[in-house]
């Protein structure tokens, strides 16, 4: 996994001078999150918190877009009623690691359409839970300040989706929405402060993800 | 028999319409001497003017003039013309003081008016190549005054109302003098396209000199064409419109549209559990993310409230007006560099030589 991570940071710092020289503007950012799941097997609900690390790019050229995510991390285990996820006395901690794929079109100045897999896996111990939703959204922005601060808000559904092996049909929902303040006066960076919320429900099984994200970006958010 | 045949070659130069400029202008001067040697001198002297009227690109060269203008001035001494041989005597001094006509080929009397209008025409001549295009402040016109005595003589360009443009040379010369005018008038500016003139005249001293103030005067006038064909320049920018001008000072409108999202975007937020996962608990943070975006959009309504200077908009503006300028400022240099550079073109016609008495 770590040469996965490696091998994305090596080319979000090599591809910048080379898009530039195509005509097409990038941003990447870096993302710090503290994020909240609650686990639903059955009857069963389980709370699992932890920080998670990322890296995020847009690549825009004129009306489409293309963003890429990817972020890992570990949730613990915190409070729950009893048994477990496995069945088990005891709940293991979980490794996390998400990510999506999306293709973009700017509709209008302030609201783009996406589409594109958003993926993310679990595991634990040994075995290992992984969802593959294929997600249609769109992302409205509003400017409070111009070139100086921005809010936006993007809501998603799932088209079709699956989960576990033998895969089970999946579908879920999520929103995303926050805040973007330039960091000086004619910087090129930004800070975001996001908040987002996403179920994905499968028979038998829901998962609720809750984040609290603080990214610093380089380039203009789109 | 040569009457006729002089009668046909007039009419036949009368009704050659398919010649070109340059060829007329050769074939009148053919015709012409032809005219004189089978003695038809009012046939003659007509195809002779024609040759040196012809002008522009198919005008006689400066040769072919004093042959023409000699073989005129032969032709009117034989029509019994004096005045006029001696004034065309004087133009082929003018048009080359030097000039050495075939003592076997013209008759005394021919010879005596040329050495008349000799002594009484100045020595100097002036002479300049066929058309010229020049660089204004690069290149050089170049006009070539002769003389048989060291004359001081002063040169300028004039206008057609004579007034002065430049002055190119003061002083005495021996021999001859090749005058460089780049172009410019005296402030430094190509002049206007029209019609202007070299015009050279013996120095106040130099006619106390040879008059003694009771004798004669004169000027030698070089007429010039000058003519600037047109240059591609590129128009200036228009200024800025109004609709990208960002307002320099808060109004309800601005204000109202800063508050809108904020506020929007911080109750979704503070929401969105209910919307996408009503059956669990969510916690605090939303509140905290929430209510930071609807606070910043609260400050940026009052940051915007109306009579609020804006100085990023300010800014804003004030760039887009330099830019601007400094565009307009750039293809303005351009199209100064273009005019620089684009070619004057000078037609220079036929000197003339203007005499009088002094008073």
Same mark, same amino acid.
């Given at each position: 996994?770590?040469?996965?991570?490696?091998?994305?940071?090596?080319?979000?710092?090599?591809?910048?001078?080379?898009?530039?020289?195509?005509?097409?503007?990038?941003?990447?950012?870096?993302?710090?999150?503290?994020?909240?799941?609650?686990?639903?097997?059955?009857?069963?609900?389980?709370?699992?918190?932890?920080?998670?690390?990322?890296?995020?790019?847009?690549?825009?050229?004129?009306?489409?877009?293309?963003?890429?995510?990817?972020?890992?991390?570990?949730?613990?285990?915190?409070?729950?009623?009893?048994?477990?996820?496995?069945?088990?006395?005891?709940?293991?901690?979980?490794?996390?690691?998400?990510?999506?794929?999306?293709?973009?079109?700017?509709?209008?100045?302030?609201?783009?359409?996406?589409?594109?897999?958003?993926?993310?896996?679990?595991?634990?111990?040994?075995?290992?839970?992984?969802?593959?939703?294929?997600?249609?959204?769109?992302?409205?922005?509003?400017?409070?300040?111009?070139?100086?601060?921005?809010?936006?808000?993007?809501?998603?559904?799932?088209?079709?989706?699956?989960?576990?092996?033998?895969?089970?049909?999946?579908?879920?929902?999520?929103?995303?929405?926050?805040?973007?303040?330039?960091?000086?006066?004619?910087?090129?960076?930004?800070?975001?402060?996001?908040?987002?919320?996403?179920?994905?429900?499968?028979?038998?099984?829901?998962?609720?993800?809750?984040?609290?994200?603080?990214?610093?970006?380089?380039?203009?958010?789109? | 028999?040569?009457?006729?045949?002089?009668?046909?070659?007039?009419?036949?130069?009368?009704?050659?319409?398919?010649?070109?400029?340059?060829?007329?202008?050769?074939?009148?001067?053919?015709?012409?001497?032809?005219?004189?040697?089978?003695?038809?001198?009012?046939?003659?002297?007509?195809?002779?003017?024609?040759?040196?009227?012809?002008?522009?690109?198919?005008?006689?060269?400066?040769?072919?003039?004093?042959?023409?203008?000699?073989?005129?001035?032969?032709?009117?001494?034989?029509?019994?013309?004096?005045?006029?041989?001696?004034?065309?005597?004087?133009?082929?001094?003018?048009?080359?003081?030097?000039?050495?006509?075939?003592?076997?080929?013209?008759?005394?009397?021919?010879?005596?008016?040329?050495?008349?209008?000799?002594?009484?025409?100045?020595?100097?001549?002036?002479?300049?190549?066929?058309? +010229? *295009?020049?660089?204004?402040? =690069? #290149?050089?016109?170049? $006009? %070539?005054?002769?003389? @048989?005595? &060291?004359?001081?003589? +002063? *040169?300028?360009?004039?206008? =057609? #109302?004579?007034?002065? $443009? %430049?002055?190119?040379? @003061?002083? &005495?010369?021996?021999?001859?003098?090749?005058?460089?005018?780049?172009?410019?008038?005296?402030?430094?500016?190509?002049?206007?396209?029209?019609?202007?003139?070299?015009?050279?005249?013996?120095?106040?001293?130099?006619?106390?000199?040879?008059?003694?103030?009771?004798?004669?005067?004169?000027?030698?006038?070089?007429?010039?064409?000058?003519?600037?064909?047109?240059?591609?320049?590129?128009?200036?920018?228009?200024?800025?419109?109004?609709?990208?001008?960002?307002?320099?000072?808060?109004?309800?409108?601005?204000?109202?549209?800063?508050?809108?999202?904020?506020?929007?975007?911080?109750?979704?937020?503070?929401?969105?559990?209910?919307?996408?996962?009503?059956?669990?608990?969510?916690?605090?943070?939303?509140?905290?993310?929430?209510?930071?975006?609807?606070?910043?959009?609260?400050?940026?309504?009052?940051?915007?409230?109306?009579?609020?200077?804006?100085?990023?908009?300010?800014?804003?503006?004030?760039?887009?007006?330099?830019?601007?300028?400094?565009?307009?400022?750039?293809?303005?240099?351009?199209?100064?560099?273009?005019?620089?550079?684009?070619?004057?073109?000078?037609?220079?016609?036929?000197?003339?030589?203007?005499?009088?008495?002094?008073?």
């Amino acid at each position: 996994m770590k040469r996965y991570v490696a091998a994305i940071a090596c080319g979000v710092i090599a591809l910048p001078a080379a898009l530039d020289a195509q005509g097409v503007q990038f941003t990447v950012a870096g993302l710090a999150s503290q994020e909240i799941v609650q686990s639903h097997i059955d009857a069963t609900s389980t709370r699992f918190t932890g920080p998670i690390l990322g890296l995020e790019g847009i690549l825009t050229s004129d009306r489409l877009l293309v963003r890429v995510r990817y972020a890992q991390g570990r949730i613990n285990p915190k409070g729950g009623d009893g048994g477990g996820l496995l069945g088990l006395g005891t709940v293991d901690p979980r490794e996390v690691v998400e990510g999506e794929a999306l293709v973009g079109y700017r509709a209008t100045q302030w609201l783009t359409l996406w589409g594109g897999p958003s993926a993310r896996a679990y595991t634990m111990g040994d075995s290992d839970e992984r969802w593959l939703i294929w997600t249609g959204r769109a992302t409205a922005r509003g400017t409070l300040l111009p070139g100086r601060m921005q809010t936006f808000i993007e809501l998603y559904g799932a088209f079709s989706g699956n989960v576990g092996d033998p895969p089970l049909h999946a579908g879920g929902r999520g929103a995303n929405g926050g805040l973007e303040v330039r960091l000086g006066e004619t910087g090129s960076f930004w800070g975001r402060l996001g908040y987002r919320m996403e179920s994905t429900h499968a028979s038998g099984l829901r998962e609720t993800v809750e984040s609290v994200t603080l990214s610093i970006i380089y380039g203009l958010p789109q | 028999m040569n009457r006729l045949l002089a009668a046909g070659l007039t009419i036949s130069a009368l009704l050659a319409p398919g010649v070109t400029a340059a060829q007329s202008a050769s074939a009148l001067l053919d015709q012409g001497v032809r005219a004189y040697s089978v003695r038809e001198y009012d046939g003659g002297a007509w195809l002779l003017r024609r040759a040196l009227a012809v002008e522009g690109s198919g005008a006689l060269g400066m040769a072919d003039a004093a042959k023409a203008l000699m073989y005129l001035t032969a032709t009117e001494v034989a029509r019994n013309q004096r005045d006029s041989a001696v004034a065309v005597a004087r133009r082929l001094i003018v048009l080359d003081a030097r000039y050495r006509p075939d003592q076997r080929t013209f008759p005394p009397d021919v010879l005596a008016v040329l050495q008349e209008a000799r002594r009484a025409a100045p020595t100097v001549s002036i002479r300049a190549s066929g058309d +010229t *295009a020049i660089r204004p402040g =690069a #290149d050089a016109f170049i $006009v %070539r005054l002769g003389a @048989t005595t &060291s004359p001081e003589v +002063t *040169a300028a360009i004039t206008s =057609a #109302d004579g007034r002065v $443009v %430049r002055t190119l040379y @003061t002083g &005495s010369f021996r021999d001859s003098i090749d005058l460089r005018w780049n172009g410019l008038d005296a402030s430094g500016n190509p002049p206007p396209d029209g019609r202007y003139a070299i015009v050279v005249a013996p120095t106040a001293r130099e006619q106390r000199r040879t008059g003694g103030g009771g004798g004669t005067t004169w000027s030698l006038r070089l007429p010039l064409e000058l003519a600037h064909p047109p240059v591609d320049t590129t128009a200036l920018p228009p200024g800025p419109p109004d609709s990208l001008f960002r307002p320099e000072r808060g109004d309800t409108k601005g204000a109202m549209r800063a508050l809108a999202p904020g506020l929007a975007a911080g109750v979704a937020i503070i929401v969105l559990p209910q919307l996408v996962a009503s059956g669990d608990r969510a916690s605090s943070a939303r509140l905290i993310v929430g209510g930071s975006v609807a606070i910043a959009g609260i400050a940026a309504f009052l940051s915007r409230h109306p009579g609020q200077q804006l100085p990023g908009n300010t800014q804003y503006n004030r760039n887009l007006r330099d830019n601007w300028r400094r565009n307009a400022a750039e293809i303005s240099r351009r199209n100064a560099d273009r005019v620089r550079q684009a070619k004057m073109i000078i037609r220079p016609g036929a000197p003339t030589l203007v005499t009088g008495e002094t008073p």
